[in-house]
């Protein structure tokens, strides 16, 4: 048995100063002068749950050349997070059983930290013959056509009922791409297109969830909207809530953090993009107030070519896991003190373990899963791109100063990131 000793734990929701015992499979204690054959000091630090994003691209296998699964999961222990799902636009797609059942043991084989992947909605994410979720079943329980939308309603309505019948979970990335025109890469107001760039209106991401909204009562099904972006997506999800659905949303740090008047380049370009001021307000508050559920970040790394062109040809996406946490404590808790601890730690780990399903995950708890993180917390790190474990180096954060830094990252009872 390993114990941590020294360190102020976040446990109940509180923040105490105590011990914490655990082995390989579970937390065996939480109180004071335990014992065990190793001792770890965290000594000034705070010991959390470890972090879940349910939204990451770890690219491999097809596009090793963006980011592998081992650098991906590295990314992540670096960054707090203990558990990632993985998005399914991988080549081959895990459209079917065998595909899914090669991908899984490749990502069981080479995880630094537990991950699990996405099955795709509709065969090659094209849009137009729903997959056999049964099939797939058994080795994921969650679904989604990341960076493309389905158009069709008769094929999204397929893939709820479909959903609802396996007691699955759909993440939809919703985009119709009617709204978006060639070369679109900014959000569509003068701040932005003024610099020539051409702009995404928000109905390209409202349009599509309110009707996945309507069909996600109607049919039953769990549904998750993915990267939520825009005040009238805010506004849908609350009223399909207020409504009786089983539905959920995500935001990203980067859309609570920025907004159109700071992209300045390729690396300030993401699917959805950065709105507008009233917007990123409608993002803050709707987490606050339970519209928008918790966060996760897109973890999307690419080659330094793909983001050395024009506006309109670099690729869309930011790299997120090595400074996601950092940021949003150094802005909403440190700066703005608008948020406790507690509450970041719900939003990054508690909350998305328990809608995504995931069992004695995301608390400190006697019984739970032994994945921890120990931060130093209060002391100013500069982000530097070219230290991430991640491949991918392009953020809009590069320079930036944080008041937190991951020292140990331990899954499954396991060290796995050292600072």
Request: aromatic share 6%.
């Amino acid at each position: 048995m390993k114990v941590i000793k020294n360190g102020t734990i976040l446990y109940e929701g509180k923040l105490i100063r105590a011990d914490v015992a655990f082995d390989e499979q579970k937390i065996c204690a939480v109180g004071n002068d335990l014992t065990g054959e190793e001792i770890i000091d965290a000594a000034g630090a705070y010991v959390l749950p470890g972090l879940v994003d349910v939204h990451v691209h770890l690219r491999e296998p097809g596009h090793a050349q963006k980011e592998t699964i081992q650098t991906g999961t590295q990314a992540a222990a670096h960054g707090g997070f203990t558990t990632v799902f993985a998005m399914p636009n991988v080549l081959p797609f895990p459209s079917d059983a065998q595909t899914m059942q090669a991908y899984k043991a490749e990502m069981d084989k080479k995880a630094m930290v537990h991950a699990h992947p996405y099955a795709t909605i509709t065969v090659k994410e094209a849009g137009q013959q729903v997959v056999d979720m049964h099939a797939l079943k058994p080795y994921t329980h969650w679904f989604s056509d990341d960076g493309v939308g389905i158009a069709d309603d008769a094929v999204m309505e397929q893939a709820m009922r479909q959903a609802a019948q396996e007691d699955v979970l759909l993440a939809m990335h919703t985009e119709d791409m009617r709204y978006r025109k060639l070369g679109a890469s900014v959000h569509d107001s003068e701040t932005v297109t003024s610099k020539g760039w051409i702009g995404i209106p928000h109905e390209c991401e409202s349009v599509p969830l309110q009707r996945d909204l309507q069909l996600a009562k109607k049919t039953g099904c769990t549904y998750h909207a993915c990267h939520i972006s825009a005040k009238e997506s805010v506004a849908a999800l609350a009223a399909a809530k207020a409504d009786g659905a089983d539905v959920s949303a995500e935001v990203t740090a980067h859309h609570l953090l920025l907004e159109d008047k700071d992209v300045q380049g390729p690396n300030w370009k993401m699917n959805p993009p950065l709105r507008t001021h009233a917007d990123r307000m409608a993002l803050i508050e709707g987490l606050e107030n339970g519209t928008l559920d918790f966060i996760a970040n897109d973890h999307a790394p690419h080659t330094k070519a793909d983001k050395a062109k024009p506006m309109a040809q670099a690729a869309f996406g930011i790299v997120s896991l090595e400074t996601a946490f950092a940021l949003l404590y150094t802005e909403f808790v440190v700066r703005k003190k608008r948020w406790t601890l507690a509450q970041l730690v719900n939003w990054m780990s508690t909350a998305p373990a328990a809608r995504f399903g995931l069992e004695k995950t995301g608390a400190i708890r006697v019984g739970w899963k032994p994945d921890l993180i120990i931060v130093d917390l209060g002391h100013e790190t500069i982000i530097d791109a070219d230290a991430f474990a991640s491949m991918g180096k392009n953020t809009p954060f590069d320079g930036w100063s944080v008041q937190a830094a991951v020292r140990q990252t331990i899954v499954g009872g396991r060290t796995v990131w050292k600072g």
